[in-house]
Structure formats: structure tokens, C-alpha cells
């Protein structure tokens, strides 16, 4: 508030401005009482009034700011094979060049092609690609850092070929583990015969003989076979 050139702007002054409202003290006294907000944000839009209320009438201006964010980003599937997906992303109308990049379902930011960049009556238009090879879920991220606004879009690719990799190692390691069960099993056999027989008869016996690996269980001979030579 200024009363009589008397600036009075600390009472009163809503935190959100603080720091970012100036005026033209040199310009009161021609009756300009134009204030400057500078970093702008899309929370500051909406209806500003400038009151003279020593005037006979008092006088009420009223002045609508708006402080345009980027709409939501259009993101299509631009071309795919079997290995890839080209995706791309398109920002229309943006009152400031935003940034525009493409991010995994992590948050980690992908790389990819230059960005194309138009402006057209005081509007940017802004276009961004990139190339996937892995099937999952991945966003287009629009920041305007001036008025501190993000938005975001998301599209799901999915990758045929990485999927059958998948598939395939899953089925390679599920075989491995059912060979090593049913190794574990044929040795846990052979150890149950080796105890029974031990507690049957109370010895076992294990050597070699004429260059063959000889089990003895009791009175019972396993010949397991010869040896080389």
C-alpha cells in the first residue's frame, strides 16, 4: 500500500509476494502506481485491483492476470519393430518455453533426439523423440521453471522381443532348478540305502580291490566299477 508516497508495502503483504513486488516511486507523483511481479507463478493469476480512495469518488481499477501453463503434453508410439518403439511427445501453445524430456518409470531421463522448437504468436511449440527398447511404462515431463508449473503425460511400450528373452530365461532357469531337486533327491536315496544298511548290520566298508571302487554294506557287495589301467 502507498499512502501519499508513503510506502507501507511490508503491512499486510501476502508471504507469496514478498520479495518478488516492486513499483516506480518516480512515477507516483504522475499517478503511476503500476507494480512489477517478477518469477511469476500460475498461483498468481487471477484479478488485481488498484484502489485511490483519497479520490472524490473513490475509484476502483480492477486488471485480470493470467499466467499460462503448458497444457498437458500429447505423447503417441511414432513407429515400433520387434526391438524398439519410437515415442514421440508434443507440447502445443506453452506461454514460455518449457523444457521437455522424456523419463523411465524410475524417473531416470532417457536420451534422446534434439528437441524441435517453434514459436508462433508469442505460443511455443515444442516436439521431443526418443527410442525404447525395453517394455515398460514412460512419461514425457513438461517444466516451466519461471512459474514454477510440471506436468507430465505417460504411455506404456511394449517390446515383443525382450519379452520372449524373458520367457526364455525364465524356462532355462526354471529346468536348472529341476535338475538340481532331482540330483538332491537321487543323492538323498542313496543315502537313506547307506544308513539302512549300516544300522541292519552295524559296518560298512569301503576300499578298492584289484582297481575296482568296491561299497560294502554288511555281507552285501556293491561293485561300482574299475578304474582305468
Known amino acids: 500500500m502507498y499512502d501519499a508516497g508513503d510506502s507501507k508495502a511490508n503491512r499486510g503483504q501476502d508471504q507469496q509476494f514478498k520479495g518478488r513486488v516492486s513499483h516506480f516511486p518516480d512515477q507516483l507523483m504522475n499517478g503511476n502506481a503500476s507494480i512489477e511481479i517478477q ?19 473513490r475509484q476502483t481499477f480492477n486488471i485480470e492476470l493470467v499466467v499460462a501453463a503448458s497444457p498437458e503434453p500429447y505423447i503417441t508410439i511414432l513407429d515400433e519393430t520387434k526391438d524398439w518403439s519410437l515415442l514421440q511427445c508434443k507440447v502445443r501453445g506453452a506461454s514460455q518455453e518449457p523444457k521437455v524430456e522424456w523419463q523411465d518409470s524410475s524417473g531416470n531421463i532417457l536420451p534422446a533426439e534434439e528437441p524441435q522448437v517453434s514459436e508462433r504468436g508469442g505460443r511455443y511449440y515444442v516436439t521431443i523423440n526418443t527410442t525404447v527398447t525395453k517394455t515398460g511404462r514412460y512419461r514425457c515431463v513438461v517444466t516451466q521453471e519461471e512459474i514454477s508449473h510440471q506436468i507430465n503425460a505417460e504411455i506404456y511400450a511394449f517390446i515383443c522381443e525382450k519379452l520372449v528373452e524373458d520367457q526364455t530365461t525364465k524356462v532355462a532357469v526354471g529346468w536348472l532348478v529341476f535338475a538340481f531337486v532331482l540330483g538332491a533327491a537321487i543323492l538323498a536315496v542313496v543315502l537313506a540305502a547307506v544308513l539302512f544298511g549300516l544300522r541292519a548290520t552295524k559296518r560298512i566298508t569301503v576300499g578298492f580291490n584289484r582297481g575296482k571302487f568296491m561299497l560294502c554294506i554288511g555281507s552285501t557287495h556293491i561293485n561300482t566299477g574299475g578304474l582305468p589301467g
Open 39 to 57: 518469477n511469476t507463478k500460475v498461483t498468481d493469476s487471477g484479478i488485481y485491483s488498484c484502489i485511490f480512495p483519497r479520490l472524490q469518488p
